[in-house]
């Protein structure tokens, strides 16, 4: 499995679910740098959380060994963060045109260096 990413991301988790919870259940495929749940200020846990690895190699056994893993009653979606999926991809400007922004790539850098 080529994970090139240290997160992974941990959906449809059970709303009782804290970050202890999703800590031990992701600890046995490595150490853990951190544990961020998905939040907002009006629903508060979003069943969904990022889980950031020290290695590849880790990321990569959790999301083999917990896809599909039943916890709580619920079956978890483990997947790369889109996070790390986003990294290093072009950023598009909602308020362009995609064809104008495509154009502007192509253009030489007029600003100063």
Same mark, same amino acid.
């Given at each position: *499995?080529?994970?090139?990413?240290?997160?992974?991301?941990?959906?449809? $988790?059970? /709303?009782? @679910?804290?970050?202890?919870?999703?800590?031990?259940?992701? $600890?046995?495929? %490595?150490?853990?740098?951190?544990?961020?749940?998905?939040?907002?200020? /009006?629903? %508060?846990?979003?069943?969904?959380?990022?889980?950031?690895?020290?290695?590849?190699?880790?990321?990569?056994?959790?999301?083999?060994? *917990?896809?599909?893993?039943? @916890?709580? %009653? /619920?079956?978890?979606?483990?997947?790369?963060?889109?996070?790390?999926?986003?990294?290093?991809?072009?950023?598009?400007?909602m308020n362009k045109? $995609?064809?104008?922004?495509?154009?502007?790539?192509?253009?030489?850098?007029?600003?100063?260096?």
């Open positions: *499995m080529g994970v090139e990413s240290l997160t992974i991301c941990s959906a449809n $988790l059970d /709303k009782n @679910v804290t970050k202890e919870h999703i800590y031990s259940l992701f $600890l046995p495929f %490595g150490p853990i740098v951190d544990v961020v749940p998905v939040t907002d200020p /009006k629903h %508060g846990f979003r069943g969904s959380a990022d889980i950031e690895f020290e290695t590849e190699e880790d990321a990569a056994a959790a999301i083999d060994n *917990m896809e599909g893993a039943q @916890v709580f %009653g /619920k079956t978890l979606h483990v997947r790369l963060s889109r996070k790390d999926l986003s990294e290093g991809a072009p950023r598009v400007d045109a $995609l064809w104008a922004q495509d154009h502007e790539q192509d253009q030489p850098s007029t600003e100063p260096e």
